[in-house]
């Protein structure tokens, strides 16, 4: 089932900011990668490709989102009468957070497929080259992958 998306209310408008900030965030992490550790003199490739990636996670980003949410839902009309748990540590706190699984999942995804997509194509091609076919290559991988979470994960089964 496709995930509805309801950007545009006022409950997901704040959280699909926020997740547009993060993304731009780590998409800042690559442009400073790119002009002072790999040397990659094209503005236009430092910036512009960074800027295209930038929506393409954050899309991505947002379908994790919605699946999660979904089930989230789903979940809470199960159990409205169940005991909830009062002993919650820092660190699940943290990742219930509504949009720190998400951004977790893309970060380690984008970010294990650039490097390595980088290494591999940096021994054919130049920095350049090298550095745009990382990012497209592990922008179209997120996609994907946010494709099959929310296949497998945020399914609807109906009975």
């Known amino acids: 089932m496709p995930i509805r998306i309801r950007w545009k209310t006022k409950e997901y408008f704040g959280i699909g900011l926020l997740l547009l900030g993060m993304c731009g965030m780590l998409q800042l992490f690559f442009i400073f990668i ?8 094209n503005y236009f490739v430092v910036i512009l490709i960074p800027l295209g990636m930038t929506v393409a996670i954050f899309f991505s980003a947002m379908v994790i989102f919605e699946s999660f949410a979904q089930v989230e839902r789903r979940e809470k009309l199960k159990s409205q ?5 009062i002993d919650i540590s820092n660190w699940t706190k943290i ?20 490097f390595t997509t980088f290494y591999i194509s940096a021994t054919y091609l130049t920095n350049t080259i090298s550095f745009i076919v990382a990012e497209n290559t592990s922008a179209i991988i997120c996609l994907l992958i946010a494709n099959l979470i929310e296949k497998k994960y945020g399914r609807v089964r109906r009975f």
């Open 81 to 85: 009468f169940r005991k909830s748990n």
């Open 34 to 41: 790119g002009q002072y550790f790999l040397a990659i003199g």
């Open 95 to 114: 990742l219930n957070f509504p949009i720190t699984k998400p951004m977790v999942i893309v970060s380690i995804i984008f970010i294990s497929f650039f």
